[in-house]
Nanobody
């Protein structure tokens, strides 16, 4: 099982980046794919997730309207389009996969303990 995150970089405030997460080694459609981030000295927090089977999406409040998560099931890939980036978005971004039941997804999508597999992380730095 492997999750490969990429697309991070250094960008000025107001700029955009698109992160990619390529999954392999498991049945992609059976899993929820989440994006998390962790800034220095802070806990890892959920940013967004998508149900690859039904396309349901969830976002943390601070990124709503700026970030968009999408999936290309043919490529086993999930994208996170990040627009209007702010310095507070600076963090290492991780993608993760979990078999989260739809009935609890709304309540637990941002819980790290619900995810079974994690990628290696990609650094996003937003300068002011």
């Amino acid at each position: 099982v492997q999750l490969q995150a990429s697309g991070g970089g250094l960008v000025q405030a107001g700029g955009s980046l698109r992160l990619s997460c390529v999954a392999s080694g498991f049945t992609f459609d059976d899993y929820v794919i989440g994006w998390f981030r962790q800034a220095p000295g802070k806990e890892r927090e959920g940013v967004s997730c998508i149900g690859t089977s039904d396309g349901s999406t969830y976002y943390r409040d601070s990124v709503k309207g700026r970030f968009t998560i999408s999936t290309d099931n043919a490529k086993n890939t999930v994208y996170l389009q990040m627009n209007s980036l702010k310095p507070e978005d600076t963090a290492v971004y991780y993608c993760a996969a979990g078999r989260i039941h739809p009935e609890i997804l709304l309540r637990l999508w941002a819980s790290t303990s619900e995810y079974d597999y994690w990628g290696q992380g990609t650094q996003v730095t937003v300068s002011s």
